[in-house]
């Protein structure tokens, strides 16, 4: 019985290709189309392993395997979509599958997976029916990239595990937790998102934490801090990275024993809140530099989910860019469509900020443009009037060759440290767009922040970090 497998695949040739590949690993392979075939095969012989397609000729196949869990509760269940959104692959998940493959899969992985299935003593048991309909979100894209985030977030969804979320800004970090947060186990509870970043580092352990009246100058009253808050639910540690060292050690010991005190308060308080952090820095080399401590991260980074950037998932843009339009005319914009060739534009273009630039580019052209169809004769005005800054030459972005330039004369002359590059690149590089910023807003840093697309918590922390003192810098001649 554990060497029989029961195939439920609507497409010949993927079912031939499987079945030849578990035929020569020795396993008994029996194939069909449709749930009634698929029942019928079930009532009459016992399988080890069922794998399944979702969409096959007579409706969805993840639908009714409530009714196969309850009549072969001993039997593993491994299921292949096309389908490749987050929607099947929590679904899949909420089925109790032993694995999730989105389509097209490596065979060699398949079968490897098979053996696992087969030869494990673990009775999955489903919930016997399928779950609702999770609601819609803000995750779209069917690329292989986005597949294996996918896949990771359905890993972490029945349990409790700290989550450490890494990639450029842009890419959709804070989505990715509260998708976490809104399919797993907590989704009742509270979501709290801080922005580790734009707290002044005398004030996160407060944020963080907690304070009592009388702490410290100007607590006049008790102050319950994010970790409680986010009690029941989900705490998600944005920007972790920019997080001060002396917080840093607070956080590891919250995280080792699970409580906490608030400042100034001797109560020991004890956490019940998931943690998802996120950061769009390399933590390995600041660990090196004595910038993070290493085992802050090992104790945050116990399931790393890493975004890829958008120009690693050019196939998800069409689907992202009609996904903004209609979000864009829910919230009051004109309703446009987009045409394959004003797609395919968009999708040669780097993108640099990633998703977040894409969506205010589509939000653009939704309300600048004349037609309710958008084109590329539409389009191409926006990105030349973004200075150039999205168009490519010969498959490389515009200005690449400028900014490399002045890079090299920068690196010629400052000749930084060893383990210093970085952050004496950033500081090089935001202390003249700082001014620039600040100079056009007319020194009003909410303005600033504004142009520069950044909190003006954030920017005031960096001002302060550079020595910039803003009346004093433009008074300069």
């Not at 996904?323 to 009051?332: C, I, K, P, R, T």
């Not at 010969?394 to 590059?421: I, K």
Request: proline share 5%; charged share 25%.
């Amino acid at each position: 019985m554990k060497k029989s497998i029961l195939l439920v695949e609507d497409d010949a040739s993927i079912a031939i290709v499987i079945t030849a590949a578990l035929e020569a690993e020795g396993f008994k392979v029996d194939r069909c189309d449709s749930i009634a075939e698929r029942d019928r095969l079930l009532a009459d012989r016992a399988y080890g392993l069922m794998l399944t397609d979702v969409m096959l000729t007579d409706g969805d196949g993840i639908e009714s395997l409530g009714r196969v869990r309850l009549n072969c509760p001993q039997m593993q269940v491994i299921i292949l979509s096309a389908q490749n959104t987050l929607d099947t692959a929590v679904r899949a998940s909420d089925t109790g599958a032993f694995e999730y493959f989105p389509k097209p899969f490596d065979l060699e992985e398949l079968v490897r997976t098979v053996r696992q299935a087969i030869g494990s003593s673990h009775n999955a048991e489903g919930s016997g029916e399928a779950s609702d309909e999770p609601q819609a979100l803000p995750l779209v894209g069917r690329s292989p990239a986005m597949q294996a985030v996918y896949r990771m977030i359905t890993r972490v969804l029945r349990n409790d595990l700290t989550v450490l979320i890494l990639g450029e800004s842009g890419t959709g970090k804070e989505l990715v937790a509260e998708a976490i947060h809104q399919l797993g186990n907590r989704a009742q509870g509270p979501f709290i998102a801080v922005n580790t970043a734009a707290i002044p580092a005398e004030l996160i352990e407060s944020e963080l934490f907690g304070h009592e009246k009388g702490a410290f100058t100007g607590a006049h009253a008790r102050h319950i801090g994010k970790f409680e808050q986010a009690g029941g639910g989900t705490l998600f540690l944005d920007e972790i990275g920019d997080m001060p060292m002396q917080a840093q050690t607070r956080l590891l010991r919250a995280l080792q024993s699970g409580r906490i005190r608030r400042v100034g308060g001797t109560e020991e308080i004890t956490l019940d809140c998931r943690i998802v952090a996120a950061t769009n820095r390399d933590l390995v080399p600041m660990i090196a530099a004595g910038q993070f401590r290493e085992d802050l991260y090992y104790r945050i980074a116990v399931v790393p989910i890493e975004l890829p950037p958008l120009r690693e998932r050019a196939d998800d843009i069409e689907a992202l860019s009609r996904h903004f339009l209609a979000l864009a005319a829910s919230e009051g914009l004109p309703r446009r469509s987009l045409t394959a060739a004003g797609a395919a534009l968009l999708a040669r273009q780097p993108w640099r900020g990633n998703v977040r630039e894409l969506r205010n580019f589509i939000y653009r052209l939704a309300l600048l443009a004349r037609d309710e169809v958008i084109d590329t004769s539409t389009i191409e005005p926006l990105l030349a009037g973004d200075g150039g800054a999205h168009t490519r030459d010969d498959g490389e972005p515009a200005r690449q060759a400028d900014f490399g330039e002045a890079l090299a004369s920068w690196l010629a002359v400052a000749r930084p440290q060893p383990g210093a590059l970085y952050d004496e690149a950033l500081a090089a590089f935001e202390r003249p767009l700082f001014l620039h910023a600040l100079s056009t807003t007319g020194g009003n840093q909410l303005r600033a922040a504004q142009l520069l697309g950044i909190n003006r918590n954030t920017l005031r922390k960096r001002l302060s970090e550079l020595d910039i003192v803003p009346e004093v810098a433009l008074a300069k001649p």
